[in-house]
């Protein structure tokens, strides 16, 4: 029987009876042990020897961490537990312990393990993740007590690895920073910009209908929102650690926003999901307690945004079947941390409450072909019988009203548009620019009447201002036609059309007037300058464009999960429990 089994079977059953080996009596009394493994023996197959051996080893094991735990409060040396290769020619595994800063990099950590054991060229492992040369040890979240494996490599190896590991670094800090550059784009457009040639996004409620909040908050929020459909993209692809980076990010942005907006919205709880989703991918066991408060931030999300027993969802959406999958995941995620908190109780009846959702929510294939045979896509399909829990007919007449709102919404949509093109054009025709009236139509929301008259305020209090600055250089002495002209030439900058005059005796310089055709010399400048503002606007459309290929055409999108992934972590779950009731059994 292997070691690492035996001393789980052992932990669980000292968790069972609520035993602690690193206090009295066990301390000094040894005969309290001998008694102990008489009692395991008869409950497991273990020997007498193997488990006397194996509670003396767990009993070192904690009264190391305990002290450990101490001097890291105290000084901030960590404690770490290296999994050492196996020496030539033996079998069993080794294991050592180091004490480090957590804020050293990985290449100093590697250096202080070559000179203790003696090895050369070897990678460092914590939970499946090779930690990188050049970062810090607290930012590849190496803790206290972390069990980091020493993996020996040939010295050619290590050498790819480290640059692959830096390429891959340095496309994910790119392809992170395009992301963060495209969205931030996008949350500084209004819509005042025609659609048509410059995207925006728009916070809407669940009917379509445009919400008015605060324009910091409409920012935040649409970089929050967009983090996370990157994220989620990057789920699907189950690349976890980049996916991780985007909705941490959209985590940070969401909190920039009322935390009354939070409350009414599921988007902030489905996010909590998805965070402690990753960290249970990339086996980040250490992230427990934060994966723990992210869930009871969901939970309660969930029971304000959809009210008891889903009674708000139902009123709002007419269905509540397909919100079930969210609750599947918070509950197998909870049975997971219940796990690792040795709380065998509440892990089954939790997965117990996964394995009833899982029953409802996986669709018939019959039902499925059904619908897509009369033109619904597998999504349409799969959304709709989910949410009429299983009922093919009733989820026909809800993907169809679907597809009629989306119709209904796409038209209102272009007539509005239609309307806004004709009211810039009237306002054109009046005098004003195209920007000034499209401008003044998004403040006034469409209202023309009310544009009309916010321009001509702007352009009388413009007039008047100009009107100001002429009276004051004709106060000077100053000829009309000569203070007109240089207040225009300087842009109605009253101290630079003052100086100008007073350079000149009075008098605009003609070339300034009748300004000669420009040289080649003269035209580089602008040429060079209109060249760069066209390159750097095209990069920012691609950069717009691109991470609007991350936003899902669906708006439930989120829900539409195919559960594979669901259904390999019940199993494990399962398959742990089974053998931690068969151990102590």
């Known amino acids: 029987m292997e070691e690492k089994h035996m001393q789980s079977v052992l932990i669980a059953l000292l968790r069972q009876d609520k035993v602690q080996l690193w206090t009295e009596p066990f301390i000094s009394d040894q005969q309290k042990i001998i008694e102990l493994a008489q009692k395991y023996v008869s409950v497991t197959e273990f020997t007498l020897e193997e488990v006397i051996s194996t509670l003396e080893s767990i009993r070192a094991d904690a009264s190391r961490k305990d002290e450990g735990n101490k001097q890291f409060k105290e000084t901030a040396v960590a404690s770490l537990e290296l999994h050492l290769p196996k020496r030539e020619g033996e079998n069993k595994k080794r294991k050592g312990h180091l004490k480090a800063k957590l804020d050293i990099t990985t290449k100093e950590l590697k250096k202080q393990i070559s000179e203790e054991y003696g090895l050369k060229h070897f990678n460092l492992i914590l939970m499946g993740k090779t930690l990188s040369p050049g970062k810090r040890l607290d930012e590849q979240n190496v803790k206290n007590n972390s069990k980091i494996m020493v993996l020996v490599v040939s010295s050619e190896q290590e050498k790819n690895e480290m640059r692959e590991e830096e390429e891959k670094k340095r496309q994910q800090d790119e392809g992170f920073q395009r992301t963060q550059k495209g969205f931030q784009l996008l949350s500084e457009r209004d819509g005042s910009e025609d659609p048509a040639s410059t995207p925006y996004l728009e916070i809407a409620d669940q009917k379509g209908n445009p919400l008015q909040i605060p324009d910091s908050e409409r920012k935040a929020l649409i970089q929050a929102m967009g983090f996370h459909e990157k994220g989620r993209a990057l789920m699907k692809k189950r690349n976890h650690s980049a996916a991780l980076t985007h909705l941490l990010e959209a985590d940070e942005q969401f909190n920039k926003c009322n935390s009354a907006l939070l409350r009414t919205v599921d988007n902030y709880a489905v996010l909590q999901l998805d965070v402690v989703w990753c960290y249970q991918a990339l086996q980040q066991l250490e992230c427990l307690y934060d994966a723990r408060q992210r869930l009871e931030r969901a939970e309660d999300c969930f029971q304000r945004c959809y009210g008891a027993h889903q009674s708000r969802l139902q009123q709002i959406k007419g269905h509540t079947g397909g919100e079930d999958v969210l609750f599947l995941?918070?509950?197998?995620?909870?049975?997971?941390?219940?796990?690792?908190?040795?709380?065998?109780?509440?892990?089954?009846?939790?997965?117990?409450?996964?394995?009833?959702?899982?029953?409802?929510?996986?669709?018939?294939?019959?039902?499925?072909?059904?619908?897509?045979?009369?033109?619904?896509?597998?999504?349409?399909?799969?959304?709709?019988?989910?949410?009429?829990?299983?009922?093919?007919?009733?989820?026909?007449?809800?993907?169809?009203?679907?597809?009629?709102?989306?119709?209904?919404?796409?038209?209102?949509?272009?007539?509005?548009?239609?309307?806004?093109?004709?009211?810039?054009?009237t306002l054109v025709e009046l005098g004003f620019s195209k920007r000034e009236a499209a401008r003044a139509l998004h403040q006034t929301r469409g209202d023309l009447d009310k544009a009309y008259g916010v321009l001509l305020d702007k352009a009388e209090a413009h007039g008047s201002h100009d009107q100001t600055n002429l009276d004051q250089l004709l106060a000077l002495g100053f000829q009309e036609d000569m203070a007109n002209s240089a207040l225009r030439i300087m842009g109605d900058d009253l101290a630079q059309a003052t100086q100008m005059l007073l350079d000149n005796q009075g008098v605009v310089p003609p070339d300034l007037l009748s300004p000669s055709p420009p040289s080649s010399s003269s035209e580089e400048p602008s040429t060079s300058s209109d060249s760069t503002a066209s390159a750097r606007s095209r990069l920012d459309e691609d950069l717009v464009n691109e991470v609007l290929e991350d936003i899902p055409r669906h708006e439930e999108d989120y829900l539409d999960l195919t559960l594979d992934e669901e259904k390999e972590l019940m199993e494990e779950i399962r398959s742990r429990l089974e053998k931690q009731s068969s151990s102590s059994g």
């Open 329 to 425: 995941r918070l509950y197998l995620l909870q049975s997971l941390l219940a796990y690792h908190d040795g709380n065998k109780n509440q892990a089954l009846n939790k997965l117990r409450n996964v394995e009833e959702l899982l029953g409802q929510l996986c669709l018939d294939p019959d039902k499925m072909l059904q619908l897509m045979t009369l033109g619904f896509s597998e999504q349409e399909a799969r959304l709709g019988l989910r949410a009429c829990r299983g009922d093919v007919n009733e989820a026909e007449r809800l993907i169809s009203q679907r597809k009629k709102e989306k119709k209904e919404l796409k038209e209102r949509e272009q007539e509005k548009r239609r309307r806004r093109l004709l009211d810039i054009n």
